[in-house]
């Protein structure tokens, strides 16, 4: 056994974290910054703290991870960080020539109390950033929120530093991206594509992290949106933030500053949440819904009809992040699947009332908990006390699908032991395709294996 | 650079390092110079190391805490590794390393679990000690384990938590082994710094509590070996046969009963010698145990380094033994050679890894007739560069004084006169002890050695030698591949290996063979490249 020292006997703790399903905010940060074109992402710490989102999201997404740091010592701890960060922003301009610099904090900075706006104004009296050039920031404490605050406290930093208002709207939307996949963002435009949408979409990895092999790096590769299209962000006509715990937070302070009315909704994923998603984004650009879109719709629920019986009453346990979990739940519900346990670090009484509002009607014995004292672990006791039939959730599930002998299906982040999440989006009805596909897969791969040989069977 | 060659001078890379250099602003030119060095192994050369990572350069380095908790501490199973800090730290040591590990089917191991203080805001305004006390409490409740290690993080340092003060009270309370690790991330300037907290950490908290006989004939301790992808496996094997107790690994597929005994050994055979040495150092001075260094990368250096150990007991039957596995042994790394240098000789390599890795592994590519055309460390000091010469000629700088050295006084009721005296008496017959010459004296001429390489030089770098293979770390591996060079990960052996001792030579050759002669880099230009006509006029579309 792998987790051999996970009990059944569940005891109340109250400060250890065992297992955790959550990071820290500054790999979301990270992450998000490279969705900017032409964007080195800084780590305003000590150099630990790059290392180690670096190669979290280069194991990840199997791709070049660029990131500078400030490389604190015990003597940038003590005094402040100012001079590592403007010596940091000379080096990087002079160096590695981005467009644009995207700060982010650690604990350890924000624990010194570094005030980054000063900061980056004093490198830009002392000449330090380039002209055209940008440095943008955000504050991501580790102590609060999760890595999906740091995301969402990176897009914010967009909105907050480059958005402007001229007062001539332009007939556009903004298409505010949680925190997904590169093919889940290249999904999310050829939607939009179809119907005929006139959009901005920000963050977008997508041509970042999922580069092709030319035999030449590229440090800046041709994806991720460009500074005049953030710029130009406060001009377009409404926003659609999609993934409300990574988006919401920029929506609002861009119809703060410049007067852009939004709607935010649940990331698209399964039936429901891309039929709002795709009505959000009719009304919003003010084009209609093709049929190709209806069609794609269509081959889901086909699937779903024809395969519904060897789902039904299927037991789920889930972690991950509430964008994605919320409607995946409501996804597995449309599929007569039960969702009995849903476990996320990422704090926010919201989850919650949602969950209870999707699981009440027909799961009411579904544990789920969020924030505080929400692990892996806790999760891993659940499922000692009763078990489940599929495990969804990011690499580290391994461990307790193979001890209890669960299929596994691998979502979030980070998918450190395999490929295509980049390429094969989750999102949208195509999306639902996949997820359903990855589920009956399992699921019937699990009947093959275990089935005995008079019950093996060929036909479905 | 021409790679048909086997034989041929490398070129004078003065060129390249001025055209490095002419990027960076003076300041930092300034400072980059002394760290690229024009190797002559026939001179003494030194090189600037082991000094703080330049604001904005894009570095390979890690932290403190890195190389204390994930690289000493890591790979041992019986002991509750608890960070103390927000959830980050602790997150991205989790499994990260390979440290395989043998618990057999009901051993303690708690290496698959990650515990966390998970700090909050709250906690960093008020404190985080009774949280930590708390946190440790409840991990002995349901665990009941014998052991636990506490972990400072880079907040946790600022905010003034006492890790020391809160493990002692909590090891008096709960009557079992805890201390705490001050290896915040700012401290030193790199891993470094970390494992030599570490190594102190053990040497203060653990080593010497069993007085026990660990039994045999002849006791070694395995030093700076961590089993990567089963690397200690391999090596655990060759000392039983030749019936040698291996008393402890620090830290290979260790556990703590081993620590507690280690100081019951013979000797002490190091093989990182970066980040372990302090350990082999306080051994000798507090017991009289004296040490060696060895090497299992490389066939060669896999025999002559049981050749060391084995002539080192003065034994007859075990040197006998000793070349009876050699022989057999080579005979498969020999073959293997044959097939696989045909295919491989004249490359280049290049290695930026570690504090030993850039030097062993230049051992297994020139087994197979590759060259190392330039290689260095990402955390290594000038003696794993120079040799243990220049020791005393090392400057310590504001960043290193405050790592502790501690004050080792003799442990008469455990000390070793025997071992002493055997010492004395090999050493006239030629044998060498506490020797390490490092890296640059086996590179050859005019290789270019680089320490704390930067993203912008590792660019000029591949651009000037096109080489065939690459060794360094995840963070490189993509970059690297994307110019159509493959990377070999020398920390993670791209889940391969093992490529310790003769069987993991064998897996090493086969595995690079397999990675400089795959097809697929062929295919990278399209077919249609040159042909203009089948390409599209059409703009790209907009996904
Ligand atoms: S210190 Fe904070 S930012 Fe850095 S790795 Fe730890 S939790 Fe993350
Ligand atoms: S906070 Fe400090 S200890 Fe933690 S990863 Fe960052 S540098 Fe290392």
């Given at each position: 056994?792998?987790?051999?020292?996970?009990?059944?006997?569940?005891?109340?703790?109250?400060?250890?974290?065992?297992?955790?399903?959550?990071?820290?905010?500054?790999?979301?940060?990270?992450?998000?910054?490279?969705?900017?074109?032409?964007?080195?992402?800084?780590?305003?710490?000590?150099?630990?703290?790059?290392?180690?989102?670096?190669?979290?999201?280069?194991?990840?997404?199997?791709?070049?991870?660029?990131?500078?740091?400030?490389?604190?010592?015990?003597?940038?701890?003590?005094?402040?960080?100012?001079?590592?960060?403007?010596?940091?922003?000379?080096?990087?301009?002079?160096?590695?020539?981005?467009?644009?610099?995207?700060?982010?904090?650690?604990?350890?900075?924000?624990t010194?109390?570094?005030?980054?706006?000063?900061?980056?104004?004093?490198?830009?009296?002392?000449?330090?950033?380039?002209?055209?050039k940008?440095?943008?920031?955000?504050?991501?404490?580790?102590?609060?929120?999760?890595?999906?605050?740091?995301?969402?406290?990176?897009?914010?930093?967009?909105?907050?530093?480059?958005?402007?208002?001229?007062?001539?709207?332009?007939?556009?939307?903004?298409?505010?991206?949680?925190?997904?996949?590169?093919?889940?963002?290249?999904?999310?435009?050829?939607?939009?594509?179809?119907?005929?949408?006139?959009?901005?979409?920000f963050?977008?990895?997508?041509?970042?992290?999922?580069?092709?092999?030319?035999?030449?790096?590229?440090?800046?590769?041709?994806?991720?949106?460009?500074?005049?299209?953030?710029?130009?962000?406060?001009?377009?006509?409404?926003?659609?933030a999609?993934?409300?715990?990574?988006?919401?937070?920029?929506?609002?302070?861009?119809?703060?500053?410049?007067?852009?009315?939004?709607?935010?909704?649940?990331?698209?994923?399964g039936?429901?949440?891309?039929?709002?998603?795709?009505?959000?984004?009719?009304?919003?650009?003010?084009?209609?819904?093709?049929?190709?879109?209806?069609?794609?719709?269509?081959?889901?629920?086909?699937?779903?009809?024809?395969?519904?019986?060897?789902?039904?009453?299927?037991?789920?346990?889930?972690?991950?992040?509430?964008?994605?979990?919320?409607?995946?739940?409501?996804f597995?519900?449309?599929?007569?699947?039960?969702?009995?346990?849903?476990?996320?670090?990422?704090?926010?009484?919201?989850?919650?009332?949602?969950?209870?509002?999707?699981?009440?009607?027909?799961?009411?014995?579904?544990?789920?908990?969020?924030?505080?004292g929400?692990?892996?672990?806790?999760?891993h006791?659940?499922?000692?006390?009763?078990?489940?039939?599929?495990?969804?959730?990011?690499?580290?599930?391994?461990?307790?699908?193979?001890?209890?002998?669960?299929?596994?299906?691998?979502?979030?982040?980070?998918?450190?032991?395999?490929?295509?999440?980049?390429?094969?989006?989750?999102?949208?009805?195509?999306?639902?395709?996949?997820?359903l596909?990855?589920?009956?897969?399992?699921?019937?791969?699990?009947?093959?294996?275990?089935?005995?040989e008079?019950?093996?069977?060929?036909?479905? | 650079?021409?790679?048909?060659?086997?034989?041929?001078?490398?070129?004078?890379?003065?060129?390249?390092?001025?055209?490095?250099?002419?990027?960076?602003?003076?300041?930092?030119?300034?400072?980059?110079?002394?760290?690229?060095?024009?190797?002559?192994?026939?001179?003494?050369?030194e090189?600037?190391?082991?000094?703080?990572?330049?604001?904005?350069?894009?570095?390979?380095?890690?932290?403190?805490?890195?190389?204390?908790?994930?690289?000493?501490?890591?790979?041992?199973?019986?002991?509750?590794?608890?960070?103390?800090?927000?959830?980050?730290?602790?997150?991205?040591?989790?499994?990260?390393?390979?440290?395989?590990?043998?618990?057999?089917?009901?051993?303690?191991?708690?290496?698959?679990?990650?515990?966390?203080?998970?700090?909050?805001?709250?906690?960093?305004?008020f404190?985080?000690?009774?949280?930590?006390?708390?946190?440790?409490?409840?991990?002995?409740?349901?665990?009941?384990?014998?052991?636990?290690?506490?972990?400072?993080?880079?907040?946790?340092?600022?905010?003034?938590?006492?890790?020391?003060?809160?493990?002692?009270?909590?090891?008096?309370?709960?009557?079992?082994?805890?201390?705490?690790?001050?290896?915040?991330?700012?401290?030193?300037?790199?891993?470094?710094?970390?494992?030599?907290?570490?190594?102190?950490?053990?040497?203060?908290?653990?080593?010497?509590?069993?007085?026990?006989?660990?039994?045999?004939k002849?006791?070694?301790?395995?030093?700076?070996?961590?089993?990567?992808?089963?690397?200690s496996f391999?090596?655990?094997?060759?000392?039983?046969?030749?019936?040698?107790?291996?008393?402890?690994?620090?830290?290979?597929?260790?556990?703590?009963?081993?620590?507690?005994?280690?100081?019951?050994?013979?000797?002490?055979?190091v093989?990182?010698?970066?980040?372990?040495?302090?350990?082999?150092?306080?051994?000798?001075?507090?017991?009289?145990?004296?040490?060696?260094?060895?090497?299992?990368?490389?066939?060669?250096a896999?025999?002559?380094?049981?050749?060391?150990?084995?002539?080192?007991?003065?034994?007859?039957?075990?040197?006998?033994?000793?070349?009876?596995?050699?022989?057999?042994?080579?005979?498969?790394?020999?073959?293997?050679?044959?097939?696989?240098?045909?295919?491989?000789?004249?490359?280049?390599?290049?290695?930026?890894?570690?504090?030993?890795?850039?030097?062993?592994?230049?051992?297994?590519?020139?087994?197979?007739?590759?060259?190392?055309?330039?290689?260095?460390?990402?955390?290594?000091?000038?003696?794993?560069?120079?040799g243990?010469?220049?020791?005393?000629?090392?400057?310590?700088?504001?960043?290193?004084?405050?790592?502790?050295?501690?004050?080792?006084?003799?442990?008469?009721?455990n000390?070793?006169?025997?071992?002493?005296?055997?010492?004395?008496?090999?050493?006239?017959?030629?044998?060498?002890?506490?020797?390490?010459?490092?890296?640059?004296?086996?590179?050859?001429?005019?290789?270019?050695?680089?320490?704390?390489?930067?993203?912008?030089?590792?660019?000029?770098?591949?651009?000037?030698?096109?080489?065939?293979?690459?060794?360094?770390?995840?963070?490189?591996?993509?970059?690297?591949?994307?110019?159509?060079?493959?990377?070999?990960?020398?920390h993670?052996?791209?889940?391969?290996?093992?490529?310790?001792?003769?069987?993991?030579?064998?897996?090493?050759?086969?595995?690079?063979?397999?990675?400089?002669?795959?097809?697929?880099?062929?295919?990278?230009?399209?077919?249609?490249?040159?042909e203009?006509?089948?390409?599209?006029?059409?703009?790209?579309?907009?996904?």
């Amino acid at each position: 056994m792998l987790l051999r020292h996970t009990t059944k006997d569940i005891k109340e703790r109250k400060s250890l974290t065992i297992n955790p399903a959550k990071t820290c905010q500054p790999v979301g940060a990270m992450y998000a910054a490279l969705g900017i074109h032409g964007c080195l992402p800084h780590s305003h710490g000590s150099q630990g703290c790059c290392s180690y989102h670096r190669s979290a999201l280069t194991r990840h997404y199997k791709e070049p991870i660029m990131a500078a740091t400030s490389s604190f010592t015990e003597g940038s701890s003590v005094f402040g960080g100012q001079s590592n960060l403007i010596q940091a922003i000379d080096n990087i301009f002079t160096i590695y020539e981005p467009e644009v610099i995207a700060v982010h904090s650690t604990c350890l900075s924000e624990t010194i109390g570094d005030d980054l706006t000063q900061i980056v104004e004093k490198a830009r009296d002392g000449g330090k950033i380039p002209e055209g050039k940008h440095v943008i920031f955000c504050n991501t404490p580790s102590y609060i929120g999760s890595h999906v605050t740091g995301y969402s406290n990176m897009v914010s930093g967009m909105v907050k530093l480059l958005s402007k208002s001229t007062g001539v709207t332009n007939d556009k939307i903004n298409l505010i991206s949680g925190w997904v996949e590169p093919s889940d963002m290249r999904e999310v435009k050829r939607m939009a594509n179809l119907m005929g949408a006139n959009f901005t979409l920000f963050p977008d990895t997508s041509d970042v992290v999922d580069a092709p092999q030319t035999g030449s790096y590229e440090m800046y590769p041709k994806g991720g949106t460009t500074i005049p299209d953030l710029i130009a962000s406060g001009d377009n006509k409404a926003t659609l933030a999609f993934g409300k715990w990574a988006t919401e937070d920029a929506a609002i302070k861009l119809e703060n500053k410049c007067k852009v009315p939004f709607e935010a909704t649940e990331l698209p994923i399964g039936v429901r949440a891309t039929d709002r998603f795709i009505m959000e984004l009719s009304k919003l650009a003010e084009v209609g819904i093709p049929e190709a879109i209806t069609a794609e719709r269509g081959r889901l629920v086909d699937m779903i009809t024809d395969m519904q019986q060897y789902l039904h009453g299927k037991r789920v346990a889930l972690f991950g992040d509430p964008d994605q979990l919320i409607p995946l739940v409501e996804f597995l519900l449309d599929m007569n699947m039960k969702p009995v346990y849903i476990v996320s670090g990422t704090p926010g009484k919201k989850m919650h009332k949602r969950l209870e509002e999707l699981l009440l009607p027909t799961v009411p014995e579904a544990k789920f908990q969020n924030g505080k004292g929400a692990d892996m672990y806790l999760l891993h006791q659940w499922i000692k006390n009763e078990g489940v039939d599929l495990l969804i959730g990011n690499s580290y599930g391994k461990y307790i699908a193979r001890d209890e002998n669960i299929p596994f299906l691998r979502m979030g982040f980070p998918i450190l032991d395999r490929v295509g999440h980049s390429y094969f989006p989750t999102l949208g009805y195509m999306g639902g395709l996949r997820i359903l596909e990855k589920i009956l897969d399992l699921i019937m791969d699990k009947q093959d294996l275990e089935s005995s040989e008079p019950e093996f069977e060929l036909v479905m | 650079m021409s790679t048909d060659n086997k034989t041929n001078m490398f070129p004078d890379s003065s060129d390249l390092i001025e055209e490095i250099l002419n990027k960076y602003p003076s300041k930092v030119a300034k400072k980059r110079a002394k760290s690229l060095v024009t190797n002559d192994p026939e001179i003494d050369q030194e090189i600037q190391s082991n000094i703080r990572t330049i604001p904005g350069i894009i570095t390979q380095r890690g932290c403190c805490y890195a190389g204390c908790k994930g690289v000493i501490l890591g790979p041992t199973r019986d002991i509750i590794n608890i960070v103390h800090g927000p959830i980050g730290c602790s997150f991205y040591a989790w499994l990260t390393r390979r440290n395989q590990t043998d618990a057999g089917p009901d051993g303690e191991n708690y290496m698959n679990y990650c515990f966390s203080t998970d700090m909050q805001d709250t906690n960093i305004v008020f404190g985080g000690e009774k949280k930590l006390e708390e946190a440790i409490r409840e991990a002995y409740e349901i665990f009941k384990p014998h052991s636990i290690g506490v972990f400072s993080t880079c907040p946790i340092g600022l905010i003034g938590d006492d890790v020391h003060a809160v493990s002692r009270k909590m090891k008096e309370e709960l009557d079992i082994n805890i201390f705490g690790f001050s290896c915040e991330g700012y401290k030193g300037v790199s891993q470094s710094a970390g494992h030599h907290i570490a190594n102190n950490g053990i040497f203060k908290h653990v080593v010497g509590l069993n007085n026990t006989d660990p039994g045999g004939k002849f006791k070694l301790n395995l030093l700076g070996e961590y089993n990567i992808g089963g690397d200690s496996f391999v090596l655990e094997k060759y000392f039983e046969e030749m019936g040698i107790t291996l008393v402890s690994t620090f830290s290979g597929n260790s556990t703590m009963s081993q620590f507690e005994n280690a100081h019951m050994a013979d000797l002490n055979a190091v093989m990182c010698h970066r980040s372990i040495n302090y350990i082999a150092e306080m051994l000798e001075k507090k017991h009289g145990i004296p040490w060696i260094k060895i090497n299992f990368i490389g066939a060669d250096a896999t025999a002559k380094s049981l050749r060391k150990i084995a002539k080192y007991f003065e034994d007859e039957e075990l040197m006998a033994k000793t070349e009876e596995i050699i022989a057999r042994e080579m005979l498969e790394v020999q073959a293997t050679i044959e097939d696989v240098k045909s295919r491989t000789e004249g490359k280049l390599c290049m290695m930026y890894v570690g504090g030993s890795r850039a030097h062993h592994y230049q051992e297994l590519f020139g087994e197979i007739g590759m060259r190392t055309i330039s290689a260095g460390y990402e955390f290594g000091h000038r003696d794993d560069y120079e040799g243990r010469k220049v020791l005393d000629s090392i400057k310590i700088d504001a960043d290193s004084r405050n790592i502790e050295e501690l004050d080792i006084v003799k442990d008469e009721a455990n000390w070793r006169d025997d071992l002493v005296a055997k010492k004395t008496s090999l050493e006239d017959k030629g044998y060498g002890f506490s020797e390490y010459e490092g890296m640059m004296p086996d590179m050859e001429k005019n290789s270019l050695v680089i320490d704390d390489i930067s993203h912008w030089e590792t660019e000029k770098l591949i651009e000037y030698y096109k080489p065939d293979i690459i060794g360094a770390g995840i963070k490189e591996k993509y970059v690297i591949q994307k110019y159509g060079v493959p990377l070999k990960q020398l920390h993670s052996y791209d889940y391969g290996g093992p490529y310790a001792g003769f069987k993991g030579a064998v897996n090493f050759y086969n595995d690079i063979d397999k990675m400089v002669n795959t097809k697929i880099w062929g295919l990278i230009p399209p077919p249609w490249k040159n042909e203009p006509e089948l390409v599209a006029k059409m703009a790209d579309t907009a996904y």
